[in-house]
């Protein structure tokens, strides 16, 4: 499954997103990556204007020591002797890609989805989509009460599942599909007849309202772990010089209305 999201993302976007920190030996490093190429990187990556330095329960006279005593000399800017980084918004291509692979069968199908809070293409109806659309259930023994998993009941032979990966700038919502080839092939095609029906808005308000509270939960309980607080607010200051404010996308994920989900599934 991995290896499958990997290449959405990569069909998506063409570069940077999704990219593994541990990628199969198959793919080509040597030739573009070697210590020097390394050494570069560092000198115009670790400028104090790449830095945001986010702590919890600290004494800020404290925290201005060590940052002090650790980054006083950082430089302000890259040295002119090495490339400069591009700083290049992520942009949605799209397209397929079929892999031969012995490890099992998947199918991933995706679409643009929304930037993080702090990002400029912020969309919070997207994170209710994903929920509505759901598939896996979190109710053992029981397919579950989300759309694809009720469309799907009939297939117990493929696993579904939606989720939605936020970055800086982009996001990307996948539906991914795996177990027996046949049972993903028919399974498929109601996912997409799915698809069509919130498209067209044949769905119930009560569908919404549901998908809006389980997606603004699952908002909240991300943003009450402090280590993804933490990153995410440092991702926000660099990027967009926001702090991530935990209290507006819980009211952002309030405030989607039926018809910001219609339009969302057209994309």
């Known amino acids: 499954m991995d290896l499958a999201v990997n290449s959405a993302h990569g069909v998506a976007f063409h570069r940077g997103l999704g990219t593994p920190l541990h990628p199969s030996s198959s793919t080509p490093m040597t030739k573009y990556l070697n210590e020097n190429y390394l050494a570069a990187y560092s000198k115009a990556a670790y400028v104090k204007s790449n830095f945001a330095v986010v702590a919890n329960g600290v004494e800020h006279s404290e925290l201005s020591k060590w940052i002090g005593e650790f980054f006083s000399d950082s430089p302000d800017s890259a040295p002119s002797t090495v490339p400069s980084i591009d700083n290049i918004p992520s942009k949605y291509y799209g397209g397929e890609e079929r892999i ?55 297939f117990p032979g493929a696993h579904i599942l939606t989720t939605h990966a936020a970055y800086s700038d982009a996001g990307l919502l996948c539906i991914s599909i795996t177990g027996a080839a046949g049972q993903i092939r028919e399974a498929s ?12 808005g044949d769905i119930g308000k009560d569908d919404i309202k549901k998908a809006v509270a389980s997606a603004k939960f699952k908002a909240l309980e991300t943003g009450e772990n402090v280590a993804a607080g933490l990153e995410l607010t440092g991702a926000g200051l660099v990027q967009e010089g926001r702090a991530h ?3 507006e996308v819980g009211k952002g994920i309030d405030g989607v209305t039926e018809d910001q989900v219609k339009k969302a599934s057209h994309r």
């Open 100 to 154: 031969a692979h012995d490890s099992g069968n998947s199918m991933i199908l995706a679409f643009p989805g929304s930037s993080s809070f702090t990002g400029s293409s912020y969309k919070p109806e997207i994170p209710v989509l994903a929920a509505l659309l759901g598939g896996q259930s979190s109710i053992k023994w029981s397919p579950g009460f989300s759309l694809l998993s009720k469309a799907t009941e009939a």
């Open 189 to 200: 095609q109601h996912v997409v007849n799915v698809l069509k029906q919130v498209a067209a």
């Open 245 to 247: 404010q935990i209290d």
